[in-house]
């Protein structure tokens, strides 16, 4: 229908006046005068050749021809572009504010890692996505997506594991400087009881994290492992 449409700006060609057998007059304009105006004006409502290509029966019968093979082609595209729809989590969802919520839940190192390996499993499955798909004369070729898609994940699971290591970069800096205070405290002479009752302060809230630090430890040394 556009490409019918575009015939009426393809205008009839009509013989113009001075093609006409005819004594010629003398012109004042010349070629190479800089200065003269030369007006062109355009005639209304110019014959064109839409009505003719517009009415013709056999251009008809192939615009319906045409239209009928593209929506017989229409559904196969929409159930293709659908398989990639699978996926629209990785650039619909904004990703550094799904980090902060899932850094809300208080996520044990089991859940961060779940959650890696669950953008992994997506990242292999982006993989088997067929790219190419050939629906009558129309090739689709998909793989620019699919490397898109790609690019996203890698940067979901970049952001995660920034993240984490943030987080438990935090714990054993908190860990690092309670040894660093309570060694300081016990590295103190003892010369009268006030000493002595800062040394005892001092292994009293040792015993009391002493349980903390254990199960502190052995996730931050798995984080990093």
Do not use: M
């Given at each position: 229908n556009e490409i019918i449409r575009s015939t009426k700006q393809v205008l009839r060609w009509n013989k113009p006046e001075w093609a006409q057998m005819s004594t010629p007059k003398q012109?004042?304009?010349s070629l190479f005068n800089e200065t003269s105006n030369v007006e062109i004006t355009e005639e209304p409502n110019a014959p064109n050749y839409f009505k003719a290509i517009s009415e013709n029966k056999d251009i008809s019968k192939l615009a319906l021809m045409v239209a009928s093979a593209c929506n017989t082609m229409r559904q196969?595209?929409?159930?293709?572009?659908?398989?990639?729809?699978?996926?629209?989590?990785?650039?619909?969802?904004?990703r550094a504010e799904q980090v902060v919520k899932f850094q809300e839940t208080e996520p044990l190192?089991?859940?961060?890692?779940?959650?890696?390996?669950?953008?992994?499993?997506?990242?292999?499955?982006?993989?088997?996505?067929?790219?190419?798909?050939t629906i009558g004369l129309f090739e689709l070729n998909a793989q620019n997506i699919k490397n898109s898609l790609q690019v996203e994940c890698k940067n979901?699971?970049?952001s995660l594991c920034q993240a984490l290591n943030k987080e438990y970069c935090g714990k054993m800096r908190d860990m690092?400087?309670?040894?660093?205070?309570?060694?300081?405290?016990?590295?103190?002479d003892v010369s009268d009881l006030d000493d002595v009752r800062c040394v005892m302060d001092s292994l009293a809230t040792i015993r009391h994290k002493v349980l903390d630090i254990d199960n502190q430890m052995g996730p931050i040394e798995e984080a990093y492992a």
């Open positions: 012109s004042s304009t196969p595209i929409a159930e293709h572009l659908e398989s990639y729809c699978h996926y629209k989590e990785l650039w619909v969802d904004d190192l089991t859940d961060w890692k779940a959650q890696i390996l669950y953008y992994d499993k997506l990242s292999e499955n982006i993989e088997e996505l067929n790219t190419g798909l979901w699971k970049v690092i400087e309670f040894f660093q205070i309570q060694s300081h405290a016990l590295s103190k």
